[in-house]
Each structure stands twice: as structure tokens, then as C-alpha cells.
Nanobody, 132 residues
Framework: EVYLVESGGAVAQAGGSLRLSCVYS????????IGWFRQAPEKEPEGLSC????????YYADSVKGRFTISSDNAKNTVYLQMSDLEPEDSAMYYC?????????????????????????RGRGTQVTVSS
């Protein structure tokens, strides 16, 4: 069974930084992409970033490009989201999600659809609150 467990959410000051972690387990294949999305109250989910755990290619939403960095430590089965220059508008529940997709197909998908991804698996989320 696949599990995704997020951690690292906290209350931060505007302009500060946080690092979220997503520990994954249970995959029986290598072609996996793991990403982060968030959802604020009464708002639609917003895809933020995604990484192929095969070739570590990364993708970002325009809203976080330059502020957020996604990375993967395959030895630890962990994907990180380093967030800097936080803004109150970044306050939301942050989730990691995973899909079974090759790095090549992920690149094609991003070109066509961006980070509007229907995640096959997802964690329960970690809360990020940014105070002004």
C-alpha cells in the first residue's frame, strides 16, 4: 500500500522560510512523480511543484517560481519543498501527491496542462500559516 506523509508545516512570519517534507513508501515501480499542491479555505487546489523521482526534473507554478524549490532524496524516499519569501497568501493546507508517470511523459504533460494534475495518491496534508 502506498503512503505519503507530509510534515514541516508551521506558523511563519512573512518573508520567512519553511521546508516541507513528504515521505513516501509502498511504490512497486520507479516511474513516479511527486508534487506539492495546496488548498486554502474556500479556494480551489493549486498545484505548486512536481519532481520526477527518476531523473529529478522539476516543474513549478508561476506563482511560486523563484521562491519555492522542490527536491528529492531517493535514499530517504523523501521529497522536500523549500519555501522562502513567504507571504500571507501562502497560508494553506499543503499536500503532497504522487502519480505513476515516466519523466518523459511528465514533461509532455506539464507542457500541455501545467500542474493541473489529478494525483493518484495523496497525503493528509500539513498546515502552513504565514503571518504578516
Amino acid at each position: 500500500e502506498v503512503y505519503l506523509v507530509e510534515s514541516g508545516g508551521a506558523v511563519a512570519q512573512a518573508g520567512g522560510s519553511l521546508r516541507l517534507s513528504c515521505v513516501y513508501s509502498g511504490f512497486t515501480f520507479a516511474d513516479i512523480a511527486i508534487g506539492w499542491f495546496r488548498q486554502a479555505p474556500e479556494k480551489e487546489p493549486e498545484g505548486l511543484s512536481c519532481i520526477s523521482v527518476v531523473d529529478h526534473s522539476t516543474y513549478y507554478a508561476d506563482s511560486v517560481k523563484g521562491r519555492f524549490t522542490i527536491s528529492s532524496d531517493n535514499a530517504k524516499n523523501t521529497v522536500y519543498l523549500q519555501m522562502s519569501d513567504l507571504e500571507p497568501e501562502d497560508s494553506a493546507m499543503y499536500y503532497c501527491g504522487a502519480i505513476h508517470i515516466s519523466a518523459l511523459h511528465l514533461s509532455d504533460y506539464y507542457s500541455d496542462y501545467g500542474l493541473n494534475i489529478d494525483w493518484t495518491w495523496r497525503g493528509r496534508g500539513t498546515q502552513v500559516t504565514v503571518s504578516s
